[in-house]
C-alpha cells in the first residue's frame, strides 16, 4: 500500500474525516474528481470536515494530478490519499465518531461506491454513508442496493454531480443504525450480515466490493 500526505492542514484538537472508497478493483474517476472540486471542498470546511482521505484503487497516480496543489486552494481541508488496503476498518474508524476519552474525533462522513460489501463495512462503524453507485459498471446492482438501503433508512443514495448536496444533508439526519432488529423467523437471526442484506434486497445478490 502506497500512501502520501498530498496536503498540510493546522491540527486541530477536533478532527472530523470524510472518507471516500472507490473499491480495489473498478476505477471511478468521476467521483474521484467530484470529491477534489471547489465545490466539495468548500462544503467540507463549511460543515467543520478537518480531512479527507481517499481510497482511490488503481487510480492512485490519476487523483494525484487533480488534487489542488500549492497553487490552489485546498480550503484548510488535509488530504490524504492511498490505492489499496487490505481492511478499510481503520479508515472507516477515523470517519467514525471518538468514543475513548479523549474525544477528540467528531462523528465524520463515508462516501462509497455502492458495492453490497463496502456499504456493510461502513455500516458496522459510528458513522454516516453516503452511497454512490458507479454508472461505468456493467451488470452491477449498485443503484438498486443504494436505493434499497436508502428507502429502509441506512444511507443517502449520493448522485454524480450532487455528492456535495448529500453530505450536507446527511449531516442533518438521523439514520437507522446498522444491524437492522431481526424480525421473527427472519432470516438475520441466523446471525449473518449477508443473509441481512439479502432479506432487505431479495432480488439483489451482493457480489461488488
Not at 103 to 111: A, F, N, P, S
Not at 120 to 129: C, N, R, T, V
Not at 157 to 181: C, F, M, N, Q
Amino acid at each position: 500500500m502506497s500512501e502520501a500526505n498530498l496536503n498540510n492542514n493546522t491540527q486541530n484538537k477536533l478532527t472530523r474525516t470524510a472518507f471516500v472508497t472507490i473499491g480495489a478493483t473498478a476505477g471511478f474517476r468521476s467521483l474521484l474528481q467530484e470529491v477534489v472540486s471547489p465545490k466539495f471542498l468548500t462544503t467540507l470546511k463549511s460543515l467543520n470536515f478537518t480531512d479527507l482521505v481517499v481510497q482511490c484503487g488503481p487510480d492512485l497516480e490519476y487523483f494525484e494530478t487533480i488534487i489542488p496543489d500549492h497553487s490552489q486552494k485546498s480550503y484548510g481541508v488535509k488530504i490524504t490519499a492511498f490505492s489499496y488496503a487490505p481492511d478499510l476498518n481503520k479508515y472507516f474508524t477515523q470517519a467514525s465518531r471518538s468514543d475513548d476519552d479523549n474525544g477528540k474525533r467528531e462523528c465524520g462522513v463515508i462516501i462509497s461506491h455502492a458495492g453490497s460489501g463496502s456499504i456493510i463495512g461502513a455500516l458496522e462503524f459510528d458513522s454516516k454513508l453516503v452511497a454512490v453507485p458507479n454508472p461505468e459498471l456493467m451488470d452491477n446492482h449498485q443503484l438498486e442496493i443504494a436505493e434499497e438501503m436508502e428507502s429502509q433508512g441506512f444511507l443517502i443514495h449520493g448522485t454524480l454531480g450532487s455528492v456535495a448536496e448529500a453530505v450536507e444533508k446527511i449531516d442533518t439526519i438521523a439514520l437507522r443504525k446498522w444491524p437492522p432488529g431481526p424480525s421473527p423467523g427472519s432470516a438475520y437471526q441466523k446471525g449473518g450480515l449477508w443473509e441481512a442484506i439479502n432479506e432487505l434486497m431479495p432480488q439483489s445478490s451482493p457480489r461488488s466490493n
